[in-house]
């Protein structure tokens, strides 16, 4: 079983600040997704990579395969950033079923 | 492109009622998933569909909950009956074959009492 570690748990910003979100896993994978919660529940997929580096708009999500270590990027904070952030890993082979993080809590003010 | 569809968005039931969740994935995608994710924790598989069969319900509490994508394409979950614990967000997801990204509809709020 993949075990995976998402700090920090809490992160409290002030808008236009640079934010990190970091995740680590224990079994080497052939990708790993990061997912954005809001309040009401749903969930969107961010980022799916596994390799080097994607970038959409102001978020940016890397990856160390070697290293097994992933972070997450927001560039210039808004308060509508502010959500759930969970990073999710297959637990490697070909088995596809995601173990999640449990999540950091971004709250970002005006 | 649509997205995920559920149904309801919300739920409040009592205790020992049965409810029934909807869920409509992205045209075109064979897998199919509903997880449960109690407040305060992430998401848990309780099934994976691909097409119309069932790739893995190890984590489904089969006395009470069951679910179903007889044409492989909406799916259906149901709990009977309801428990207070079963209070979660359900969400379901949908991908084009495992290991494909994942995307996730708005989830169904269920709320027992």
């Known amino acids: 079983k993949n075990e995976v570690e998402q700090s920090p748990q809490n992160l409290t910003a002030q808008e236009g600040e640079f934010i990190t979100i970091n995740c680590s896993y224990s079994?080497?994978?052939?990708?790993l997704h990061w997912l954005q919660q809001h309040p009401g529940g749903g969930i969107v997929s961010l980022f799916m990579?596994?390799?080097g580096k994607k970038k959409h708009g102001r978020l940016i999500a890397t990856i160390n395969i070697q290293e097994k270590h992933s972070s997450l990027h927001i560039t210039a904070s808004h308060p509508r950033d502010s959500a759930v952030y969970i990073c999710?890993?297959?637990?490697?082979?070909?088995?596809?079923?995601?173990?999640f993080g449990k999540g950091t809590l971004l709250t970002v003010n005006p | 492109e649509a997205g995920v569809a559920q149904s309801p968005r919300y739920k409040i039931i009592e205790k020992r009622q049965s409810v029934a969740f909807w869920c409509n994935p992205i045209?075109?995608?064979?897998?199919l998933y509903w997880y449960q994710q109690i407040l305060g924790q992430g998401p848990k598989l309780l099934i994976q569909?691909?097409?119309?069969?069932?790739?893995?319900d190890s984590q489904l509490p089969k006395d009470r909950f069951s679910a179903e994508r007889l044409k492989g394409v909406d799916s259906t979950l149901k709990i009977q009956p309801a428990k207070l614990e079963d209070s979660a967000v359900y969400l379901c997801?949908?991908?084009?074959?495992?290991?494909?990204?994942?995307?996730f509809g708005p989830g169904t709020r269920l709320t027992v009492t």
């Open positions: 997801a949908s991908s084009l074959n495992p290991g494909y990204e994942q995307y």
């Open positions: 079994v080497g994978i052939s990708a």
């Open positions: 990579l596994s390799s």
């Open positions: 999710a890993v297959p637990p490697g082979g070909s088995n596809y079923k995601l173990t």
């Open positions: 045209s075109g995608h064979a897998t």
């Open positions: 569909f691909q097409n119309n069969g069932v790739v893995d």
